[in-house]
């Protein structure tokens, strides 16, 4: 059994690469089998965190490690490890679409520093502007009064 890929210098040629021979080259360079995956799997959650946690958290919360089958997710306050609690099985089930299977079974939260500052302007009170996810969602509100209670709340959001 064996990975097929395509050569970088022609694009075109389809070359079989053997499984123990990618082995061999993962271990060379330092890696393990399964720390190869845990490195693949933090990098698409990273990538893609802001869809799998959702606007209100992403500036809040940053997965930075994943060890076997646990994601680990520092928050900036103790406050954020409480909420992040509710919406596990949701990171859950969102992070492991972008596998095709359940490779993430559960979330460890813990305070501290988070290793980048997110590229935050603060906006203006009583406006929408910098906040049009919000209002993208609030906007497929059916019920007009609830739409415009919310629409409400949100301009007054300090983000």
Do not use: C
Request: aromatic share 8%; proline share 3%.
């Amino acid at each position: 059994m064996g990975i097929f890929l395509r050569s970088v210098e022609t694009m075109s040629e389809i070359h079989k690469v053997n499984l123990t021979d990618l082995e061999s080259i993962v271990h060379q360079i330092g890696y393990d089998k399964e720390s190869l995956l845990n490195t693949v799997i933090l990098n698409q959650v990273t990538q893609n965190w802001k869809e799998i946690i959702g606007p209100v958290y992403v500036n809040q919360a940053q997965p930075f490690k994943v060890d076997r089958d646990v994601l680990f997710v520092r928050v900036a306050h103790s406050a954020y490890k409480m909420e992040i609690g509710f919406i596990k099985e949701s990171i859950l089930r969102t992070a492991n679409k972008l596998f095709q299977q359940p490779l993430l079974k559960k979330i460890e939260v813990q305070v501290g520093n988070l290793q980048y500052k997110p590229a935050s302007r603060e906006t203006s009170i009583d406006t929408l502007e910098g906040k049009s996810e919000l209002v993208e969602t609030i906007e497929k509100e059916e019920d007009e009064f609830i739409r415009n209670k919310l629409l409400n709340f949100v301009k007054k959001l300090k983000i």
